[in-house]
């Protein structure tokens, strides 16, 4: 179908680590990792043989059954996050529908959300995003979000004893990976937790040690009450997560929701591989470390196009002093570098945690060479 743009495609045969190679065995160093979904890069042996060895016993049951790979996702994901009940789904979306479903248990209308967020696509999902080009053409979609200007005014405005949730990301990701006021989640908290208000976080793309923390809320010190996950969770393989914090893991009932597929034994055995081997290998500290270098050299680059570096960890944006965010992208491609034009003006890094300094040094002569290549152009 005609839902993707038109974009010269590559078709990708083969990867390895943080690089992949195309159908003409051209070499391309992976700086986008599936969109902060390989956190283990392409391949990895912990993947390929959780992969391999569950697919050999127990793939699919249904949740009529547990399985001990679930039990012991729902448990490592509560220690990792600190919270108390966790349901599992398929994707990043399916976790925001259930969020979603959540927050209308409270009883109460309102649901704030912020502006140039991306939650998701399907339908209520996307009711929370807040991107109206997403938006407009599926309306009327479901009643009850609103969506603010990022600031601690406007939030300070908006809420009350009639709003369900307040839902955010910590960094918005799609947007150009936009980082939020400082301050503004502590804020959030407190204001939320004063009008009894669900603090719904969407770390989709910033959870699983993105950021340089297991996920980014803990850099804030504050305890949410619902946390989305997907993407770097299983490292490759689908699926998707919800963690609920004290009472908000009461408010679904027996009935409320469900899933075919949703924490099956093969996607929760791959989960558990993938976060064993980032904990094991400190793939947290390396994407603190990694990040640093990134940010340190291109703050060396001095280059007159870029404008501002944002996010925190190895998820980067780069923002451009003008609309030339898809040429260079495309130059990067064709150099051998695959970078995401999230916005006319910014480039997203999400890469695998697994990076090392040759792959940053890497990164950063070819991204040079983009840029010096497309600098005046608009994309």
């Not at 992949?20 to 051209?26: E, I, L, T």
């Not at 601690?152 to 799609?174: F, N, Q, R, S, Y």
């Not at 923002?319 to 965010?325: F, K, N, Q, V």
């Amino acid at each position: 179908m005609f839902s993707y743009a038109p974009t010269p495609l590559k078709v990708l045969v083969r990867g390895e680590g943080a690089r992949v190679w195309d159908a003409d065995g051209v070499e391309y160093l992976d700086f986008l990792a599936g969109i902060a979904v390989n956190a283990l890069g392409h391949a990895h042996p912990v993947f390929v043989d959780a992969v391999s060895r569950q697919a050999a016993t127990l793939a699919h049951i249904s949740n009529y059954f547990a399985s001990e790979p679930q039990l012991e996702l729902a448990e490592r994901l509560k220690r990792l996050t600190g919270g108390d009940r966790v349901f599992f789904c398929n994707s990043g979306t399916e976790a925001m529908e259930a969020a979603v479903k959540v927050a209308r248990r409270t009883g109460r209308p309102r649901i704030l959300a912020l502006e140039k967020s991306f939650h998701g696509r399907t339908t209520g999902a996307l009711a929370i995003t807040g991107k109206p080009t997403l938006r407009e053409p599926f309306e009327p979609l479901m009643p009850g979000p609103e969506f603010l200007p990022t600031t601690i005014e406007a939030l300070e405005g908006a809420i009350g004893p009639d709003v369900a949730a307040l839902v955010l990301e910590p960094i918005k990701g799609e947007a150009g990976v936009l980082d939020l006021p400082e301050g503004y989640l502590v804020r959030a908290r407190e204001l939320t937790t004063e009008h009894g208000v669900l603090l719904i976080i969407d770390e989709i793309q910033t959870g699983a040690g993105r950021t340089g923390e297991w996920f980014a809320f803990q850099a804030e010190g504050i305890t949410p009450d619902i946390v989305a996950l997907a993407k770097g969770i299983g490292g490759g393989f689908p699926i998707g997560a919800l963690v609920a914090f004290g009472a908000a893991g009461d408010l679904l009932k027996p009935g409320d929701h469900g899933t075919t597929f949703g924490g099956n034994p093969l996607a929760t055995a791959t989960a558990n591989a993938v976060l064993g081997e980032i904990e094991r290998a400190d793939l947290v500290g390396n994407a603190r470390a990694m990040g640093e270098r990134i940010r340190a050299g291109l703050a060396a680059l001095t280059h007159p196009s870029i404008t501002d570096v944002s996010g925190r960890g190895l998820l980067v944006g780069i923002g451009l002093a003008g609309p030339w965010a898809n040429a260079v992208a495309t130059r990067a491609l064709e150099l051998g570098l695959i970078v995401n034009a999230a916005a006319d003006d910014r480039i997203r890094l999400a890469p695998p945690l697994t990076i090392d300094a040759d792959d940053v040094d890497r990164f950063l002569d070819l991204f040079s060479k983009a840029l010096a290549a497309t600098e005046g152009h608009s994309s």
